[in-house]
């Protein structure tokens, strides 16, 4: 931890009743309440937007949106999203992470319930929002709340293992259940079943979780300037690679954003140095762990959704395959995601929380690197890369953020794991510009129009080739910068553990 900021912030003004810590507890069972709870939360925000997109086409033929609306639908939520996660992370720090998951969970519900009264695309558009705002309020919490729920790192990795698998269940599950699910009921259902997981998580957080102790929770007054700027120069950030994949690469209207989000990062931190109480202290990001944590995350995420939407389109438009068959296609993936939590607490006790957090990185890397050399010959290649890259991302995701909180003040856990969601949704919208980019300077036509010469299709695979390797040239580097982070911190603990023993000699 930063000594200064430790100095400043290690006694908050106590307030309120809870002053008194609770008891860790000792194992997973004692915690299945509140673990049930935790993992709803996440269960809601890896559920939403997959089970959504399979009724796409049934919103537009009844509410007559037009694809551009339709686009709007799943996007408004994710902006939303991303861009109030660093503000509410900020916010809970302040005025109590489960109060404010709490209240984000019951708007949920209640947003949840609109879906049933909706008549317009504009008022389901409105509905995404509030669900994005909701889950700005909540998604981050739930790491924090399991990472602060025990004392035991082992307990700690084992719990959000476990959280992060139920979602990735929901994630797996939801395309083919919401395609069910529509052949009986309207797509409305598929909304309304947000409010039977927003009751169990109100219920397994309420009862299971502990109210806030005030010795961990600051007193800082708010920086709205800072919450503005910061939610403009994110919400921008995820804005333009939608502007670049639609509009193409020689649009100003992209490239207007683009200067506008580092304009407004730029402004941000400008505010955030100058601030007397910042909403983040940038002094956060200067620990080891911390900064190689979110190094690991945003290479993660920058191959993870890179990799994605380049299978995708290789499958359906240069294989011509089915979306069915491309869903069997992506299976591989999703096998290890969902089974590759047995492995992950086993693992992590063999390699350590540091070694694991660059290993797993560096299979996401790996992978995204097979796929570029090897992808275009033939479905070997791009399984052995799902594989990779699925296997890295089980780790990962889980190892980063325990390595970012074991860096952070108490009080500032809440905004550490908000930080951590941000870099995966921005880097993630970095991967889809990128590639988008290179494919619209490569390929030459209209990409989803059927029949490509052989001229477009040596186009395409060029283009996916060129921007896979972009993207591991730049994962790799994040993942280089990462582990030099993580070996400065395991420098900083010896030295300071061979201080210690010379003390101790001294004493004896």
Known sequence: MNAQYSRHHRHPRRTGPATRRPRSPRSLGEAWVALTGLSAVFLFEMLDNSILNVALPSIGR????????????????????????????????????RRIMLVGLVLLGVASLATAFVSTGEQLIAVRMAMGVAA?????GSMALAFRLFADDGLRVRSMTLISTVGL???????????????VAPWQVLLLVNVPIAVLAVVGVRFGVAADV???????????????????????ALVTPTLFVEEGAGSWVAWAASVAAVVAAVVFVLRERSARHPLLDLRLLAHPLVSSGLAFKAAAGLAT???????????????????AQAALGMLPQVVVLVAGGAFVGPFVRRAGLDRAAWLSAGAVVAGLAVYGLLGRFGYAGVA?????????????GVVSSVNVLRGLPENRTTVGTALIDTAGEVTSGAGVAVTGTILAAVFTGDLAASGWSGQQTAQFREAVMIAALTLTVVAAALIGWGIARARR?????????R??????????
């Open 62 to 97: 009844e509410l007559r949106v037009s694809t551009i609306g339709l686009q709007w639908v799943t996007g408004s939520y994710t902006v939303v999203f991303g861009g109030l996660m660093l503000f509410f992370g900020a916010i809970a720090d302040r005025f109590g992470r």
């Open 136 to 140: 700005a309020m909540t998604t981050p």
């Open 169 to 183: 269940v929901g994630l797996a599950i939801g395309p083919t259940a919401g395609g069910l699910v529509l052949a």
């Open 214 to 236: 005030a010795a961990d929770l600051h007193r800082d007054p708010v920086d709205v300037a800072g919450a503005v700027l910061g939610t403009v120069a994110i919400v921008l």
């Open 305 to 323: 959704v890179g990799l994605g939407y380049m299978v995708t389109l290789q499958l359906q438009l240069d294989w011509g395959w089915t979306p």
């Open 384 to 396: 052995a890369a799902l594989v990779l890259v699925a296997a890295g991302m089980r780790v990962v």
């Open 489 to 497: 911190a395991a420098n900083g603990r010896a030295a300071i553990h």
């Open 499 to 508: 201080r210690w023993g010379a003390a101790g000699a001294r004493t004896r």
